[in-house]
């Protein structure tokens, strides 16, 4: 029995000793090659085979191999990939070296897809962290201004916390949405000014810049349409930063800063004011008429020495330096098991104008637990708190902003006792800086985004991912009257309380698949599907009567004025599916799918279909290419497909009913809208073709994109006979297209010890309204044919040299004083044609210049503060463009005659107001800005070791330092007219970051 177990024994030695003999194990470590630091997690794999292993929180590794293996592959993301000979070697030490190009940097995608740049099949464009810190910014989406093609972002106004317009290639539509939607961390977020007394606000404020990792636009249908019926304005990705194995790094970074106006407007002094005024009169009503030296006559009331007319500066009154301030901590770390990123940031803002400002304050935390080698676990929480307070808005009377170019300047802001100078002489009583100082205009944005999230790796092929998240926000906002302003005096005050919630709830389950057949065949999949249900709830409550103005709270009114309250709420249901197949490396075939239904949709249009398909090319692996070494890597991409917008009203396909005061006390109901069972989403359809290309070695690189995009069945009201008792009726009936062009190019200009980096982009972009229900009966006017941004108004001719008086030009091209509505053409749009910006980067022994110039082009801003000024219709200040008016025969100007009222009779007719919307008004808003100039040094690492400090960077910002435009008004940023707008800030920021 022993001689037979110890043959048995050496049998299986025999037979074992040559598979040991066929593998060996290889040991060594993984470092950055920038700070020598250990790289954790970073992957290591044997090409061909399923061998594999990954370092430890010291980057070092262990693997085993067997000994037909050639070659060993070291990866990580955000570094090179490097392939190295494993020969007789059974200790390989490796350098990972950051992937400058930027072709193996990581794109998400949507519902946890993450794909590298250079396998790309849609049109994304991305922005990471290194870029988004470069600027002090109060909200993330500022960041992409100028620096993502095709996305067009315009800043509404300078006050702090004010919201955005984002347009992503495009107008889509008349009456829905047009803003794209946002997700961050997997959380479909809402957008936009929810406020609803505030002049303006952003509900994007409430995510700290300084959290972001990276940000990811979708363009095209092939990229947004795993989101279905919410993609047809694009989508924007938002992905925060994430723990990672290893030592924990502890940062702090603070900024300090101050800002003024960018500019302003040029306006009369006193003297030249009522110089002005007194002529208007005169030119009118003559010099001995009693409106000139009547007892209520201008001379009378305003004085008659022009020369002794004082001036007083509103500017200055409402106008003051802005401060800035921002500190931030995070502590970043852990191990093969447990990842942690913890941030808190606060934010305080000075605004420019008096009264305003914007407070944040804001704590992140991103949780990922290893359970197994199968189950993992994440759970991300953003906590936020803001709060602004600002002023009216507008040409409302008591807004400063409006005020400082509109009043007189020989009034005085005080009165000699220092009180308020109220009321006012001219147009205006109100004295508008007594009112920012006493009024209350105040909102207060508390929210929480958090989703938790479940992975299970089925196979090592196969994954499941389930997420429930949550973006609950809730906005109270108050605003008081004074009972000593002239709004609030007659009603002894007036406080109004605002609150407006929202929750917003969502699941998603998906299944990832992912595997390479051999070594030329990868096969990807993902499957899933989405709910998202929203409820909106409003209070608003109106008290009058307060004793005196010590009584700020709404307890202190004696009258209740009003109160109401409202509810409203949607559901989104998507299931989806998409799959890839790539051979080689060089074709990819890409298909999506998704069925979607909504609430908000008529009964027979509940659910609609979506999905697209793309085709991509990469040239450079082709063997006729192989052998041109300048060339790095060249694919050529198309997509086709169709997306969905839904955002519309929630209750826009249904019957609804309005309550009323009914008849002698007794409630009652009234019908408010017509249903349309047929209602349903907007359709849009995209056709994208795009080309990147890398050379030599990737120091140049450019991406060109050419779109169509035709959006169908947009929501339009369909007139009904007034016998209906309805207006009319909301119905899928009109067509739009958007077609255009991207192309962005980045270079590597200089690579040694100095370093300069180039990047430049263009859009371009033409609108087109292809269908409507109703258009004018006469083809000049017609919308359909022109752009949805086109503008119809009147061509200005100048000033008749014999008389002074204002002329346009009729519909035949020949001069009139009388205008019809016949006579209006198109003159433009107010859609920017081209625009764009481009940056140069320059480092030199850890000191860094950053130049960044964003511009725009090929449209029209109407110039609201000079209408309101210049056109002699009012008793307020004018801009200085009136000294060149015209004042007698043969002289040639553009600016006529001082005429109160601005309508010049002649004959007993008066021509037409020279306020008139015209080409006088309308000015070209073409732009070039010096955005950005940004000044670091980053102190050496054995200096700063000595102190144990891991990095230390110190910095100087200036944003909005010069601009050249042919805009004749404040800021041409502005999206349509800066009328009593705050203008941008020119800001200079000092700042600081240090690593622990």
Known sequence: MKRKLLSLIILCLVVTFPVFSQSKVITGQVI?????????????????????????????????????????????????????????????????????????????????????????????????????EKVPLVSFDRAMQGTLPGVRVNTNS????????????????????????????????????????????????????????????????????????????????????RGKAGKTEFDFSSY????????????????????????????????????????????????????????????????????????????????????????????????QQIQQDFKRGTFKSNLEHNVNNRLSLEANINLSTFTQNGTLSGSTFANPSFGSNFLIPTQAVYTASGDYNEPLLGAVATNPIKSANYDINKGTTNQLQGIFALNYKIIDDLKFRVTGSIDYGDIKEDRFQDPRTRDGASVNG????????????????????????????????????????????????????????????????????????????????????????????????????????????????????????SLTW????????????????????TSYGKVGNSGIGNFASL?????????????????????????????????????????????????????????????????????????????????????????????????????????????????????????????????????????????????????????WLDANNNLTYNLTTNDRKIIGDSQQKYFGGFTNNFSYDGIGLDIFFQYATGFLLFDQNKNFLDSYANASNRSTDV????????QITDVPLAYTGGNYVSGGVASSAYSTSSTQWYKPGDYLRLKEVRLSYKLPKDLISKVRLNNVLLYATGTNLLTWTKYTGIDPETVLSDNGGVPQARTYTLGFQIGL
């Open 655 to 807: 019957s609804t009913f309005g309550s009323n005061p009914g008849y002698n006390g007794v409630g009652g109901i009234s019908p408010g809208g017509l249903p349309n069972v047929e209602l349903t989403w907007e359709d849009s359809y995209t056709l994208n073709l795009g080309t990147d290309v890398s050379l030599f070695n990737n120091r140049l690189s450019f991406t060109a994109e050419f779109y169509n995009k035709l959006n169908k069945n947009l929501l339009l009201t369909r007139t009904l006979p007034s016998t209906s008792g309805y207006s009319g009726v909301s119905d899928n009936a009109g067509k739009m297209q958007n077609r255009g062009f991207e192309f962005q190019i980045n270079s590597e200009n200089l690579t040694g010890k100095f370093k300069w980096n180039t990047s430049f982009n263009i859009s371009y972009n033409k609108n087109k309204v292809l269908q409507l229900i109703t258009d004018d009966l006469d083809p000049r006017f017609q919308l359909v044919g022109n752009s949805v941004s086109r503008i119809l108004s009147y061509q200005y001719a100048g000033v008749n040299p014999a008389d002074g008086r204002p002329l």
């Open 32 to 132: 950055a090659a920038e700070d020598g630091l250990p790289i954790p997690a970073a992957s290591i794999r044997i090409p061909g085979t399923k061998a594999g292993s990954q370092t430890d929180a010291n980057g070092k590794y262990s693997i085993v191999v067997p000994a037909s293996a050639k070659t060993i592959e070291f990866s990580f993301l955000g570094f090179a990939t490097i392939r190295e000979n494993i020969n007789a070697r059974t200790v390989i030490n490796i350098s990972l070296k950051s992937d400058a190009t930027g072709l193996d940097e990581v794109v998400v995608t949507g519902f946890g897809q993450t794909i590298k740049k250079r396998d790309i099949t849609g049109a994304v464009s991305s922005i990471s962290s290194k870029e988004i």
């Open 883 to 890: 000294l060149r008016r015209w004042t007698a025969p043969g």
């Open 158 to 241: 300078g006050t702090p916390g004010s919201s955005v317009s984002v347009l992503i290639r495009g107008t889509g539509s008349f009456n829905a949405s047009t803003a794209p939607l946002y997700i961050v961390d997997g959380i479909q977020v809402n957008s936009g000014d929810l406020s609803r007394s505030l002049s303006t606000s952003n509900i994007l404020s409430n995510i700290n810049p300084d959290d972001i990792e990276t940000i990811d636009v979708l363009k095209d249908a092939s990229s947004a349409s795993i989101y279905g019926s919410q993609a047809a304005n694009g989508v924007v990705i938002i992905t925060t930063k």
């Open 256 to 351: 300090f800063g101050y800002a003024e106006e960018v500019d302003r407007l040029d306006i009369l002094n006193g003297p030249q004011w009522l110089s002005t005024y007194t002529e208007e009169y005169v030119n009118r009503y003559g010099a001995n008429s009693s409106q000139v030296i009547g007892p209520s006559g201008v001379k009378t009331i305003f004085g008659a020495d022009p020369a002794a007319a004082p001036t007083y500066s509103w500017y200055d009154a409402a106008y003051r330096k802005g401060h800035t301030q921002n500190y931030q901590l995070t502590a970043r770390g852990g191990d093969a098991k447990t990842k942690f990123y913890i941030s808190a940031g606060l934010f305080d803002q000075k605004g």
């Open 494 to 613: 007036r406080y109004t309380f605002l609150d407006t919630e929202f929750k917003n709830y969502q699941t998603n389950a998906t299944l990832n698949y992912s595997h390479l057949f051999g070594t030329k065949h990868k096969v990807s999949g993902l499957a899933g599907f989405e709910y998202r249900h929203q409820v909106n709830n409003t209070i608003t409550t109106q008290k009058t009567g307060f004793p005196n103005y010590l009584f700020r709270t709404l307890n202190g009114g004696t009258v209740l004025a009003s109160i109401s309250s409202s509810f409203t709420e949607f559901k989104n249901l998507g299931y989806f599916a998409r799959g890839e197949y790539a051979f080689d490396d060089k074709y990819i075939v890409n298909g999506t799918i998704r069925y979607d239904g909504n609430s908000r949709f008529g009964e027979n249009q509940k659910f609609g279909l979506f999905g697209s398909g």
């Open 618 to 637: 990469r040239l450079s692996r082709e063997n006729f290419l192989k052998d041109v070494r300048w060339l790095s890597d060249w694919k050529i991409r």
